[in-house]
T-cell receptor, first 115, second 115 residues
Framework: GAGVSQSPSNKVTEKGKDVELRCDPI?????LYWYRQSLGQGLEFLIY????????KSGLPSDRFSAERTGGSVSTLTIQRTQQEDSAVYLC?????????????FGPGTRLTVL | AQTVTQSQPEMSVQEAETVTLSCTYD???????LFWYKQPPSRQMILVIR??????QNATENRFSVNFQKAAKSFSLKISDSQLGDAAMYFC????????????FGTGTRLTIIP
């Protein structure tokens, strides 16, 4: 596609439920990133994929968070047993190769609200 | 650990005037990249300008320019001839080799353009 797309745009869920957030990177981009933006905060790194592997999962805040990427393209971020502090905007970005010289292009994000 | 600080939560400027947004960062690396991203209400982060630390010349993109002071670890963004479409959150970000290609962001500055 022309840009990074994310779905859903907004998600409201009840505490304790599981949610899945989807990211479609720019076609041909091998690197994919997930960030979280809490209210009034900057973006916080969650996880980085190079192809299908995730060399850096250091930003995942707890074992309730997991992510996968299949076919070197679409990625899914899963949050199990959601809690109110998980409410945030989840942003996905992709870059052509993951090298420092590559620009990271962001999607419009998914706003997650946990009631 | 690398940190990025934006000390101005909010700024405002009259249309057609010039405004400067501040950013400082802390790093022990000598080679790194700095960025300014714009986030309008649509939530999509858009790259405004980037600066490579080994380049002494300040980056410029049309009405946007930076003042990069490596010794002071300062990276400010100047917006000239401000336009209504410049209204957004502006985030300063940093990336370095061996940082697993993740961007470290400041907390952002909300820029309001006064007609």
């Amino acid at each position: 596609g022309a840009g990074v797309s994310q779905s859903p745009s907004n998600k409201v869920t009840e505490k304790g439920k599981d949610v899945e957030l989807r990211c479609d990177p720019i076609s041909g981009h091998t690197a994919l990133y997930w960030y979280r933006q809490s209210l009034g905060q900057g973006l916080e790194f969650l996880i980085y994929f190079q192809g299908n592997s995730a060399p850096d999962k250091s930003g995942l805040p707890s074992d309730r968070f997991s992510a996968e990427r299949t076919g070197g393209s679409v990625s899914t971020l899963t949050i199990q047993r959601t809690q109110q502090e998980d409410s945030a905007v989840y942003l996905c970005a992709s870059s052509r190769t993951g090298q420092l010289t590559d620009t990271q292009y962001f999607g419009p994000g998914t706003r997650l609200t946990v009631l | 650990a690398q940190t990025v600080t934006q000390s101005q939560p909010e700024m405002s400027v009259q249309e057609a005037e010039t405004v400067t947004l501040s950013c400082t960062y802390d790093t022990s690396e000598s080679d790194y990249y700095l960025f300014w991203y714009k986030q309008p209400p649509s939530r999509q982060m858009i790259l405004v300008i980037r600066q490579e630390a080994y380049k002494q010349q300040n980056a410029t993109e049309n009405r946007f320019s930076v003042n990069f002071q490596k010794a002071a670890k300062s990276f400010s963004l100047k917006i000239s001839d401000s336009q209504l479409g410049d209204a957004a959150m502006y985030f300063c970000a940093y990336i370095a080799p061996f940082g697993n290609e993740k961007l470290t962001f400041g907390t952002g500055t909300r820029l309001t353009i006064i007609p």
